[in-house]
């Protein structure tokens, strides 16, 4: 009797082409966004820039599958300046990237007082994004605690670089999410671009895998993917958070992912020749017949045309009025000994 032959599912198959087009289709909107924002701060239309061209295939996958909304009912999102195409996939505006990159008044993530990619939108969970490195690590601590404690199956969700492992707040996260008393549900990702500005993580890791690092701790996943494949991404986030739900337990994702543009307009933000998350997913769906170039064409002129109007109106939109300069620093309000006007 000739013997079945089990043939692997092809995973693109079991994605579904209407989930495949929705993610290419935001990883091209991330990416032009990205891309006009460079050109913005080379202009002099911003001032630095910092982003994500390069992340696209992770974080989309990442941004379809949160949990979306406000309280410990839903996901708590600690996220690195690299995130947009989450923010993007969760439904947010690719205009109100561009008010906050022109520091405008109507930036709704800091009223154009922050550097561009640093959102915080409240009824998302979406926790303000902080410059300093690896810090989110540490305040994940806090709503994964809220969670551990509430009777529910929202996480906390924790992203950053390969250099910010370094830091101790990377360590009190795998620490705390990892007490007996009590275990956190926290998903803890490292997107690894193999670079801290301009130190290679290779001189850096005595470790074989970042996410090696969960080995000390009982029972702990940890796993790598290829970041630049939306995909396995995709896959790899479910089977993530499907555990965190359910064990309300912490588990370790490192994705290894290029990085487009070097680190910031600081390191010149010119494009590197590294893989292209973009491009190989075009590849893989010109290949299965069902994209061509002529419908690719289509999308990234009409996501160009998208920002390009975005970035039109934003130019005509008005600065933070010099006097709202004490706004929002104090809850209680700006104390009588304050100056209100100049540096008297
Ligand atoms: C606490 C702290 N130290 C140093 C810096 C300066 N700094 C900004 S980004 C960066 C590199 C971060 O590299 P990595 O964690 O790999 O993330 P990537 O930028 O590559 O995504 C450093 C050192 C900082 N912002 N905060």
Known sequence: MAEKTSVAADPYELLGRDTLFRVHELMVKA?????????????????????????????????????????????????????????LAMGAKPIDTLRQMRTVAGDPYSKGRNFVNHYAVPEWNVVPV??????????????GIAQARAKTDAITIV????????????HSCLVWSNRPALPLPVLMIVINNGYAISTPSRDQHGERRISDWTKAFDGMPGRTVNGND??????????????????RRPYLLEALASRLYGHSSSSGANRIPEADCIKEFESQLMRRGWMDQQSLEQIWQRNMEEIDAAHQQVKQEPFPAPESAWEDVFSSGLPDSYPTKGGS
């Open 31 to 87: 990416r032009v966004l990205e891309e006009r924002l460079i050109k913005m701060s080379k202009s002099g239309d911003g001032f630095f820039w910092i982003g994500g061209p390069g992340e696209e295939a992770f974080n989309v996958a990442l941004g379809l599958q949160v949990k979306k909304g406000r309280g410990v009912e839903n996901d708590f999102l600690h996220l690195h300046y690299r995130s947009s195409a989450i923010l």
């Open 130 to 143: 902080s410059p300093t490195i690896e810090t989110q690590y540490s305040t994940a601590i806090g709503t």
């Open 159 to 170: 992203n950053g670089g390969d250099g910010g492992t370094a830091e101790g707040d990377f």
């Open 230 to 247: 939306p995909v396995e991404s995709y896959f790899a986030i479910k089977e993530a958070m499907a555990y965190c739900r359910k064990s």
